[in-house]
């Protein structure tokens, strides 16, 4: 298999989900060997998990002064369709347009355009022993060596209850399976969210709301277990994070951004040290 990149350029724009501003990004295809970069404000940046600065509700990138919140629906549709190379470039906003919530839209348009396979063969990393971060007893991930990309997921959560998949990860299954879950939310949660500055630009456009009081989802279901699809759709953003790609068997149990970045920084750590 040989390394790839998007044939072209790309424009994104739409609102933060967070920060609830417009913001508007173009991917753009780059070399062999480039791995995922920022372009912003004319400075290029590498991405590492090193670059991680907060977890909550979203994964925020920082590189020095500037900072791009909400990046891992997008970085998951680079591990689901298998795109090495890619350099985003930031026009406006400090953040990764939310879309529908899920990345369908990002799926669509890059298949749209296609992608194209470079000269140099793309590098995996197999797992080679056990990693894992537990925040408790009930949340944590484990990464296990295996031949291939499986993720083996649990949520549990009120109203939403026990949601469970496991599965392969590749293109197919990712576009299928995965790519169209919404970010979830409760609607009852969302005064307190806005309070502290988040989700200023969630709407019935961009979440799967639930209503606690009502005890159901409020615009419908895109899978029968949507929310632990999304969760670990989040996942693959966070698997995405450095290369080589990484081939193992991640076993989540109420993980979230704040764990999954934490175990990938681990496994990032243990790969420098035996390279
Ligand atoms: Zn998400």
Redesign the pocket.
Known sequence: MYQRTISRSIFFEGTGLHSGEYSAIYLLPIDENSGIKFEIDGKVFDVTPKNVCNTLQ?ITLCFGNYSIMTV??LFSVFLGLGIDNVLIKVIEGKEIPIMDGSAKVFVDRIKEVGLVEQSTRKEYFFIDKEFSFYKNEEQYLIVRPNSRLIVDYEIDFEVIGKEKIRLEINEETYENEISKAR?FGFIEDSEKLKNVGLALGASMENVHVYSKVQGKSLNGDRYQNENVR?KV??LL?AIALFSPRLVGEFIARKSGHFIDTKLIEMVFNYTLSNS
Do not use: A, K, P, S
Request: proline share 0%; glycine share 12%.
């Open positions: 979203n891992e629906h970010t999304h759709l989040d953003g």
